[in-house]
């Protein structure tokens, strides 16, 4: 959940090397409509800029907060991450703003 930035890539990029699945949350939209994405997607993390946490719904997702967590990040390796990865894995989630709201 970020606005467009250097710090949005960083975290898109952290996020894909890690293994996860990017799910990009507008945070123009109304919290019921991110609240339902965040369930209906099952996500596990939620990487957002610190004046946008506000505006994240209740969630069980754990937050990491782009700026502000970087001493919790410093504590991890440094080293590449084990990756186990595949062609048949999600790189992304996308929700249609159509009629049905589907990914």
Request: proline share 10%; with cysteine; aromatic share 6%.
């Amino acid at each position: 959940c970020a606005e467009r930035s250097l710090q949005m890539l960083v975290g898109l990029l952290g996020i894909l090397k890690a293994g996860g699945a990017y799910l990009p949350l507008d945070p123009s939209y109304p919290a019921e409509r991110i609240a339902y994405m965040l369930e209906d997607a099952q996500v596990a993390a939620v990487v957002l800029q610190p004046h946008l946490e506000p505006l994240l719904p209740a969630t069980q997702a754990q937050t990491v907060v782009l700026e502000t967590s970087w001493a919790q990040i410093a504590t991890q390796p440094s080293t590449r991450p084990t990756s186990v990865v595949r062609p048949h894995n999600l790189a992304y989630i996308t929700y249609t703003s159509g009629s049905t709201g589907k990914p």
